[in-house]
Every structure is written in C-alpha cells, then in structure tokens.
C-alpha cells in the first residue's frame, strides 16, 4: 500500500498542534431533521458535509467539526459512506 494516506495524516496532526485545535471554534452540523427534507435536499446537505470536511483538512487552521443525527440506515449517512 501507498504511504499518501500517512502522509496526510502526519500533516493534518501538525496542522491541529500548531492551530490549537483544543482553543477554536466547534462547529456542529445538525442532520436530525433528514425525515423532512426531500432527497434533492439530503444529496445537497451530504455534498456540504463532505465539502466542509474536505476544506477543514486542508486549512491552516482547523476546526474541531461535530455531526449529529446521522442514524445508521439514513440516506445522508448512505452518501456519506460512499466517499473512498
């Protein structure tokens, strides 16, 4: 196996000590709402989670991100897993 993912890992840990993680912001997404949304709107929340995620790795100075009310068997979560 590749060593790209150890790699990015190593930087990430780097990136959370020099930030300080443990003194910035706490964002939490909310998805306990799924059962009113339509499936146009739950392929877009998972779009922005995995969008918000994504530019959270890369920043300089990360943030420490929560998701919530992703049952198991739900379509956001379904999206989610499909990420590689």
Not at 5 to 10: D, P
Not at 17 to 35: A, L, M, P, W
Request: glycine fraction near 6%.
């Amino acid at each position: 196996e590749g060593k790209g993912w150890e790699r990015r890992e190593k930087l990430w840990r780097e990136r959370c000590n020099k930030g300080n993680i443990d003194e910035s912001f706490r964002v939490c997404f909310d998805c306990n709402f799924e059962d009113q949304m339509t499936w146009k709107e739950v392929n877009s929340l998972s779009l922005q989670l995995r969008y918000a995620y994504a530019m959270n790795r890369k920043s300089p100075m990360p943030l420490h991100v929560h998701v919530t009310g992703v049952k198991s068997g739900c379509d956001t979560r379904k999206h989610l897993e499909k990420i590689d």
